[in-house]
């Protein structure tokens, strides 16, 4: 009897994690006119409470400039396995980025936020740039940057 309860069990630690659903989102980040070199960002969900829960995407390859986007770095620890596979070049001046990502459902309209951080080598930086509800109700609006974010939208 222990070895099918152990069974279950087991069958059920590797079902169950595949089974969160989960929703793709499309991110637009349109970024202002600005003198300089691309700028970095880095995209994430925060809880309630304002605390790091996920990298979604990082635009910039050179990791020596990531402590640039401050709020992220300090969720992240900077720790490679939050932006492993997520990452591309960084984004220069009045240009677009879009990413698809995959988010578990059960972030959406749960209390969380999608935040963006953004930096310029030899420029400012800009801790939460963006702030946005991670709502059904909030996905296709289009909000406005505080720093080099001229606008920001997510899709489901």
């Not at 069974?7 to 006119?33: D, H, I, K, W, Y």
């Not at 997520?86 to 059960?106: I, M, N, P, R």
Request: charged share 25%; proline share 1%.
């Amino acid at each position: 009897m222990k070895k099918v309860i152990s069974s279950f069990l087991l069958v059920g630690a590797v079902v169950l994690p595949g089974m969160v659903e989960a929703r793709t989102l499309t991110l637009t980040t349109q970024l202002q006119n600005y003198g300089g070199n691309g700028a970095y960002l880095a995209i994430y969900v925060t809880d309630a409470n304002g605390k790091y829960q996920k990298t979604l995407w990082v635009a910039g390859k050179k990791s020596k400039y990531y402590k640039g986007l401050r709020d992220w770095a300090r969720g992240s620890g900077l720790n490679a396995k939050e932006f492993d596979g997520v990452s591309g070049a960084s984004v220069g001046s009045g240009k677009s980025l879009t990413v698809k990502v995959e988010l578990a459902d059960t972030l959406i309209d749960a209390g969380y936020e999608i935040r963006i951080d953004t930096a310029v080598e030899d420029g400012r930086e800009n801790a939460a740039d963006v702030r946005i509800p991670l709502t059904t109700k909030d996905s296709g609006k289009s909000v406005t940057g505080r720093g080099y974010v001229k606008s920001f939208k997510y899709d489901m």
